[in-house]
């Protein structure tokens, strides 16, 4: 047989849905993201909701205020469902749909609009996250108590498993576990115990058609996370594969193979981005890709890259395409995927898998000691476990024991080309919220109010009554209910929730250094109490890992901390600033929301008459915004170049002792005045 015939017979495995993760400020704008990316030569969609859209608020709503578009698309009603796709054939396309509380609302404004098409639902090919309790430990766009989220996912699943069978209705999240600092051996427990959380709920259903489980679990697929250490993601990956068809068989008895198959799909780390020498970053990405593609038996079926200056601000298209360049060379120019699994037969791989297997095991055990993945989060027990595991993991950053290449050794470089000159990071414009509420405002006022009267009381109703809350959402994105309007209903039928934050007196941490410790005596000892900090989460941003890594150690340096978690009003932070007697505020934002959040606070401080106390402000915040908030008075600026919190407890300290000065300088003085007037009049 000659070289050429040889060659044509390689089989080619297909390669993976190549994606990126995207959306920003309006459904227009996103759309034409969408079919850019598309031509592109991307596979399929992946869409980022902004963070109103996630928890349930219109764009008109207090809490949206400076949220609006900023961390993806604004999806308020059908229209906006329908602009997003426009020219996007739905029947051909593979959608997969970041979102979680609302995740029956989107997926309802988005079956609507594929009829809209006259595809048939049936046909439909997707994802939606819907794994809310990997909410409540990281990433926080929860919105109701635990019980009723889980029977929203319930219900979803139990509707697509009937009428939309191509659909995976759960994405099961252990990505989000990861970047809350989750070890490889708490990523796959976690995420495992949450898919058996799930799908005992939907066995136990007393409506659920047992004829029907193998469905029910082959349609379950995993989103998971690939970090920079190489050979252990690979391990991370066969192990939960191997993992998974172990529970298939002995927990649920699944007997057909193909529905066992561990099916996931992947964002490599954003954790592990730097804002230091950001050009780094690729490598890390393509290392990180490499993890979740080389093992053919693990290997990923969807993958979605960040972009190399995500630590920087919102990623620009060409950012966004060179991502995806990434994967369309590994998969399109290499040979990869000619191969059966490169790893079989490697006493190394195998030895770690098994070594993560049985440490898994082992977890979920105790996991099941303690009543399952949702005991285990009402209690505050796994959130506490992931605030230790970043602890030890920046802790170990900041000693120099975990290198970082540009960030705790090899500081200096070259200035890099890539961040330089204007529009070198995108920023959504803060027009948009305000078109975006005169655009709901009109929807509003053009749609048939008595449809959709009766489209929320059927909501009601079938919330309350148990029924599947699948096809009264569905009539009602038809009747042009709102987004806010769907998640206040539900919140009225089953309330809100705040999940424990992980911080408390029995978390452990890795300690802070002498030095910190003793500035801040001293600074007590000046103001004759304990110095005391107020960390707040303005907004909707669920993103609190560094809050909980500040809060956490403020309080071994010796700072009186308090810390209430996420979604907090400017109106409740500064109340909690005067009801504490706070020396200091320090405000967490992600989001991108940070100008407008701050400048409330800002502004409800002076009106409380705590203008006197110092702000400052953590976050992914360019350059140029941050000389914003320091003309707005904020005192210091930190963001993901700042690893070092010792060095942020010691910046406090400095700006505590920087507001008493300014404030004995005050009273000096206006003793002085008082004084020269005194003279004047003898």
């Known amino acids: ?286 290392i990180e890709m490499l993890a979740v593609t080389l093992s053919k038996r693990a290997r990923a079926r969807a993958v979605q890259l960040p972009a190399w200056n995500e630590a920087l601000g919102l990623p620009r298209p060409w950012d966004q395409q060179w991502s995806m360049r990434m994967q369309q060379i590994l998969a399109f120019e290499t040979d990869l995927l000619e191969y059966d699994d490169i790893f079989d037969g490697s006493r190394v791989i195998d030895a770690k898998v098994e070594a993560l297997k049985a440490e898994t095991r082992a977890e979920l055990e105790r996991i099941g000691g303690i009543g399952g993945a949702v005991a285990a989060v009402e209690t505050g027990a796994l959130k506490r476990a992931l605030v230790e595991s970043n602890a030890k993991r920046i802790s170990a950053i900041e000693a120099g024991e975990q290198i970082v290449v540009g960030v705790n050794k090899w500081q200096s470089g070259e200035p890099s080309p890539l961040t330089a000159g204007e529009g070198a990071i995108f920023t959504v414009s803060e027009t948009v919220e305000m078109e975006a509420e005169q655009r709901i405002r009109a929807w509003r006022a053009e749609r048939d109010q008595g449809a959709v009267d009766t489209a929320l009381a059927d909501l009601e109703q079938a919330a309350r009554s148990g029924a599947n809350i699948m096809p009264v959402s569905i009539a009602a994105a038809k009747a042009g209910v709102t987004t806010g309007e769907w998640g206040e209903r539900l919140r009225q039928v089953f309330g809100e929730y705040r999940a424990p934050t992980g911080v408390t007196l029995e978390t452990v941490s890795a300690g802070a250094a002498e030095e910190a410790r003793l500035l801040i005596a001293d600074l007590g000892e000046r103001l004759g109490e304990t110095p005391k900090l107020v960390v707040g989460k303005p907004g909707l941003d669920g993103h609190s890992n560094g809050a909980e890594q500040i ?47 701050v400048r409330d606070v800002k502004a409800k401080l002076r009106e409380a008459g705590l203008d006197h106390v110092p702000v400052v402000v953590g976050g992914i915040i360019s350059p140029e915004d941050e000389l914003v908030l320091k003309n707005m008075g904020v005192q210091a600026v930190y963001t993901p170049k700042d690893y070092a919190i010792d060095r942020i407890m010691v910046g406090l300290a400095k700006v505590v002792e920087k507001s008493l000065d300014t404030a004995k300088s005050r009273r000096q003085d206006g003793q002085a005045r008082t004084g020269e007037g005194a003279a004047q009049v003898y």
């Open 1 to 286: 047989m000659s070289g050429q015939a040889a060659i044509a017979e390689v089989k080619r495995d297909k390669p993976w849905i190549i994606r990126t993760y995207a959306g920003h400020s309006t459904a227009a704008d996103s759309n034409k993201l969408y079919r850019g990316n598309l031509a592109k030569g991307q596979t399929g969609l992946s869409v980022a909701f902004d963070l109103p859209t996630q928890t349930g608020y219109d764009p008109d709503h207090e809490l949206a205020r400076g949220e609006v578009g900023k961390v993806g698309v604004s999806i308020a009603h059908l229209g906006d469902m329908r602009t997003l796709f426009d020219q996007i054939p739905l029947a051909q396309m593979n959608t997969s749909m970041t979102i979680n509380a609302t995740a029956p609302w989107l997926l309802s404004l988005y079956l609507a609009v594929a009829e809209e098409q006259g595809a048939p639902i049936s046909a439909l090919q997707g994802t939606t996250q819907n794994d809310i309790i990997k909410e409540y430990l990281s990433r926080g766009t929860y919105v109701f108590p635990p019980a009723p989220s889980l029977r929203l996912t319930k219900d979803v699943i139990l509707f697509t498993t009937k009428e939309v069978p191509k659909w995976n209705p759960m994405n099961v999240c252990s990505y989000h576990l990861q970047e809350a600092g989750a070890t490889p051996v708490q990523e796959l427990s976690y995420a495992l115990a949450i898919a058996i959380a799930v799908l005992d709920t939907v066995r136990d259903d007393p409506e659920f058609d047992e004829a029907s489980f193998a469905d029910v679990f082959g349609r379950i697929s995993f989103f998971v996370n690939a970090g920079l250490r190489f050979v252990t993601e690979i391990c991370k990956m066969r192990a939960f594969s191997e993992l998974w068809d172990e529970i298939a068989q002995e927990r649920y008895g699944i007997t057909d193979p193909k529905k066992r198959i561990f099916r996931y799909g992947v964002q490599v780390n954003s954790l592990g981005l730097t804002e230091q020498q950001p050009e780094n970053n690729v490598h890390r990405i393509l």
């Open 551 to 597: 809060a956490l150690r403020a309080r071994d340096v010796g700072f009186d901390v308090t810390y209430d978690g996420i979604r907090q009003t400017p109106t409740e932070i500064v109340a909690k600033a005067k009801e504490t007697g706070a020396h200091v505020v320090g405000l967490s934002i992600l989001s991108g929301s940070h100008v407008p959040l």
